[in-house]
């Protein structure tokens, strides 16, 4: 599904649960944020935003390293991608038995990511990023929770929040990785901020209800574990990959 929002942001988003791709429209240029997992989807988000908005695609924001957000733009090879300093290091990381394991589940052969990591052109940034174009502001930072490297990006005057997977709608969050408390924190300062509307990584965009949403869920896993978690949303759906729960 394409949702426009504020005639500028195009979000892709997918009813089998798949991440979300959102692209940015500025006057030059159009960048893209988070990147799927298949090098041949992101070919095809990138065409479909060149054709929309006759507007160039060569960058691509990463909000962290699971590969369902990184590998279709690292695997794509011929866009700059600007991600955080952990970020890198862990999709550097990755080792032979877990590719395999994405390889099999996906049926894409990631086994060869080093070599297309040493050709990649990253830019990285360290805590935060600042992206500035006319009126539009992209701000960018590294927070922790979902993942130790998960990096949120706000879009003004819009007061847009793409937050990748520390917000997620109607979908189980992959947790084997997370700093729970850490998480519940984070949601609970951006709660207190203005935000207009919120782009999960999974699911379909929303508003300040997913961050209550999301909370519900991480303190239900937190006093009453796994068990009663997923009796109580049961309505959940997986995402296209899910390396631990």
Same mark, same amino acid.
């Given at each position: 599904?394409?949702? $426009?929002?504020?005639?500028?942001?195009?979000?892709?988003?997918?009813?089998?649960?798949?991440? +979300?791709? %959102?692209?940015?429209?500025?006057?030059?240029?159009?960048?893209?944020?988070?990147?799927?997992? !298949?090098?041949?989807?992101?070919?095809?988000?990138?065409?479909?935003?060149?054709?929309?908005?006759?507007?160039? $695609? &060569?960058?691509? =924001?990463?909000?962290?390293?699971?590969?369902?957000?990184?590998?279709?733009?690292?695997?794509?090879?011929?866009?700059?991608?600007?991600?955080?300093?952990?970020?890198?290091?862990?999709?550097?990381? !990755?080792?032979?038995?877990?590719?395999?394991?994405?390889?099999?589940?996906?049926?894409?052969? =990631?086994?060869?990511?080093?070599?297309?990591?040493? &050709?990649?052109? =990253?830019?990285?940034?360290?805590?935060? +990023?600042? +992206?500035?174009?006319?009126? %539009?502001?992209?701000?960018?930072?590294?927070?922790?929770?979902?993942?130790?490297?998960?990096?949120? @990006?706000?879009? @003004? *005057?819009?007061?847009?929040?793409?937050?990748?997977?520390?917000?997620?709608?109607?979908?189980?969050?992959?947790?084997?990785?997370? +700093?729970?408390?850490?998480?519940?924190?984070?949601?609970?300062?951006? &709660?207190?901020?203005?935000?207009?509307?919120?782009? *999960?990584?999974?699911?379909?965009?929303?508003?300040?209800?997913?961050?209550?949403?999301?909370?519900? !869920?991480?303190?239900?896993?937190?006093? &009453?574990?796994?068990?009663?978690?997923?009796?109580?949303?049961?309505? @959940?759906?997986?995402?296209?990959?899910?390396?631990?729960?």
């Amino acid at each position: 599904m394409l949702e $426009v929002i504020e005639n500028k942001v195009l979000v892709f988003w997918f009813e089998n649960f798949a991440s +979300n791709v %959102t692209a940015v429209e500025l006057n030059e240029e159009v960048i893209l944020i988070d990147s799927s997992l !298949y090098p041949e989807k992101f070919k095809k988000v990138i065409d479909l935003v060149q054709l929309r908005t006759k507007k160039t $695609v &060569k960058k691509v =924001f990463l909000t962290h390293h699971h590969p369902d957000h990184s590998f279709g733009a690292i695997f794509h090879g011929e866009i700059e991608i600007i991600l955080s300093e952990k970020t890198l290091v862990k999709l550097f990381e !990755y080792d032979d038995i877990l590719l395999k394991k994405i390889s099999d589940e996906s049926g894409f052969e =990631f086994s060869n990511i080093q070599k297309k990591l040493a &050709k990649c052109k =990253f830019n990285v940034f360290r805590n935060d +990023n600042l +992206n500035t174009s006319s009126k %539009t502001i992209i701000s960018g930072i590294s927070l922790g929770g979902h993942t130790e490297d998960s990096t949120i @990006y706000k879009i @003004y *005057p819009e007061n847009i929040l793409v937050s990748g997977d520390i917000i997620v709608s109607g979908v189980h969050s992959e947790l084997n990785e997370a +700093n729970i408390d850490n998480w519940i924190k984070i949601l609970e300062e951006l &709660k207190k901020q203005d935000i207009k509307t919120i782009i *999960p990584g999974h699911g379909k965009p929303g508003n300040i209800k997913l961050i209550d949403n999301q909370l519900k !869920y991480l303190k239900t896993f937190k006093e &009453k574990g796994k068990d009663l978690l997923l009796k109580n949303f049961d309505t @959940y759906k997986y995402p296209e990959l899910l390396l631990n729960f």
